[in-house]
């Protein structure tokens, strides 16, 4: 099996071993355009705040490279591939032609004519007008989704386009996830799968929200609808068969199984063999979406959404998650540490992070006398807001750099806390916590977040958990296993308990979570926050 990840700065391809899940080999291309947040390709159009923008090419070229880079480095020659599978970030949506061509290939010059990137949060406006509205009109899908839908999903967007560029929005024949988008490019059939339609979408009980809903808003944003997919393809499904255009990108068989498209967190789930009911899995990496299945249905406030059949069929699939965790370590790496310090790392060869880690973790709970919260990127859980921005309380003459970026993965993991603690509090149990991403391979910060939570963590067996879902999902698709849960017990891996928490070293964050949460209610309305967006965006214009 072939299982294909498309994050947000890279693909990567990894060959999966149908039987146990065994991964023989992988490679990762990088974005030639990464995220274009300031100007178009080129450089001569610029951007808003808070834009966020990629090139469709850019996906092609991970089939075109990583897939048979995996390959060679597999030594498995591709005449064994029976299957692939492909996850996606989300909500990353572009406008597209009847026959899936990109408006970006066809008008390179407009903005809104490209890919908004999962971290597009332009359309909050137009996500605070819909949700004032729902909430005016009681619409029955507003509470599935905590109250509040986020402006990185597919209405918000859309209502964007159409209120900023409404040529592009009347040349847009497709809305569609890049999730859905590139399982077209390799089977030739457009799909759409009920998770991103779910989470994305809105797609409630049978239809997203209604055409009067749509007038309501805007009497010409009627027929929004009309450009998503309203046959919805099962997760684990069969989209379609690998075109001979796609085999010569890939190097694979044609016409072998490609599986209905998915979302990188949700799939990952399947990788760490979680997707029984109370286990919640925490995709840590630029940012963490927290997912977990259920079989039972509640409003748990500021969640993403619960959508019936979401992450494997026949259970309540819920989502959650923080906008910003590595994303912010990263930007305070590169903004805020001096030089000296840069050095120091790299006469001990170590990174930027591992030095800063290394001094953080000498420090004891609160001696730096702290207090951050994590919203550097905005808030999608519980307070589904990405206009608010970070906060760091208690600075002196006397904090230094790893004061502070210790703080900063307190702040995250706090905010992890409270996600859990509004699930558990609307009467959905986190029984189990597993983590998987990127971050995982930071101890120091693993065992952090055991000892804020005061819950064991759980971890997932594989670096490229998004990948082996895919690879999974593919499995089923190809007939190799029955189901998702079957071919997730067979070629998934999870150590459990990996870490445990310290009970003083709990009872220490219990203190500063204190803080945290009064910080977090104090700051929650967002006024203050939304007066100096606008005061910078103001300034910016």
Not at 242 to 268: C, F, K, S
Not at 421 to 433: A, D, H, I, L
Request: hydrophobic share 45%; proline share 5%.
């Amino acid at each position: 099996m072939i299982g294909v990840d498309f994050g947000t700065l890279s693909g990567r391809a990894v060959v999966v071993r149908v039987e146990d899940g065994a991964e023989l080999g992988g490679a990762v291309h990088e974005y030639t355009h990464r995220v274009m947040e300031d100007t178009l390709p080129g450089g001569e159009v610029r951007l808003g705040p808070d834009w966020a923008l990629q090139s469709p090419r850019d996906w092609c070229d991970v089939l075109r490279h990583a897939v048979p880079e995996a390959l060679a480095a597999a030594g498995v020659p591709a005449s064994q591939v029976i299957g692939i599978g492909t996850d996606f970030t989300a909500c990353t949506v572009l406008p597209a032609t009847a026959d899936g061509t990109p408006l970006c290939d066809l008008l390179p010059a407009r903005p809104h004519a490209w890919p908004k990137l999962w971290k597009h949060h332009a359309a909050q406006p137009h996500a605070d007008r819909i949700n004032a509205l729902a909430a005016e009109r009681g619409e029955p899908w507003l509470p599935r989704y905590g109250g509040k839908i986020s402006s990185e999903w597919e209405f918000a967007k859309g209502l964007q386009v159409f209120q900023e560029d409404i040529e592009v929005y009347h040349l847009a024949e497709r809305w569609i996830e890049a999730a859905d988008w590139i399982v077209w490019q390799l089977t030739g059939v457009e799909t759409r799968n009920v998770c991103t339609a779910g989470y994305k979408g809105v797609y409630q009980d049978g239809g997203y929200p209604s055409e009067e809903f749509l007038a309501a808003l805007d009497p010409g944003f009627t027929g929004f609808t009309g450009k998503l997919g309203h046959e919805l393809s099962p997760l684990g499904g069969l989209a379609g068969r690998l075109t001979a255009r796609a085999a010569g990108w890939t190097g694979l068989p044609e016409g072998i199984a490609v599986a209905v498209g998915n979302v990188d967190a949700h799939v990952t789930a399947a990788a760490a063999d979680a997707v029984r009911p109370g286990q919640m899995v925490a995709i840590m990496g630029t940012s963490t979406c927290h997912v977990m299945s259920s079989d039972r249905l509640a409003e748990v406030p500021g969640m993403c959404g619960v959508v019936r059949d979401g992450i494997v069929p026949g259970l309540w699939g819920y989502e959650a998650g923080q906008s910003g965790v590595g994303d912010i370590f990263a930007w305070f790496a590169e903004t805020s540490v001096p030089a000296s310090y840069t050095e120091r790392a790299a006469g001990l060869g170590l990174t930027v992070h591992e030095y800063l880690t290394s001094l953080a973790a000498e420090q004891r709970i609160g001696a730096h006398g702290l207090v951050a919260l994590d919203w550097h990127n905005g808030n999608r859980s519980v307070l589904v807001d990405h206009n608010l921005s970070g906060v760091i309380v208690g600075q002196t003459l006397a904090t230094r750099p790893e004061d502070v970026y210790r703080a900063l993965i307190e702040a995250t993991a706090f905010g992890a806390r409270v996600i859990v603690e509004t699930f558990e509090g609307s009467g959905v149990p986190v029984e189990e916590f597993v983590v998987a991403g990127g971050l995982l391979r930071n101890p120091f910060l693993m065992q952090l977040y055991a000892d804020v939570l005061r819950r064991p963590l759980s971890a997932i067996g594989s670096e490229q958990g998004p990948a082996l879902g895919s690879a999974i999902h593919a499995a089923v698709a190809a007939g190799a296993y029955d189901d998702i849960t079957k071919a997730s017990a067979a070629m998934g891996k999870r150590t459990m308990a990996a870490y445990v928490p310290d009970d003083a070293r709990a009872d220490a964050y219990d203190r500063l979570y204190a803080e945290y949460r009064r910080l977090h209610d104090h700051f929650a309305d967002g006024e203050l926050m939304h007066r100096l967006r606008a005061i910078r965006d103001e300034a910016r214009a």
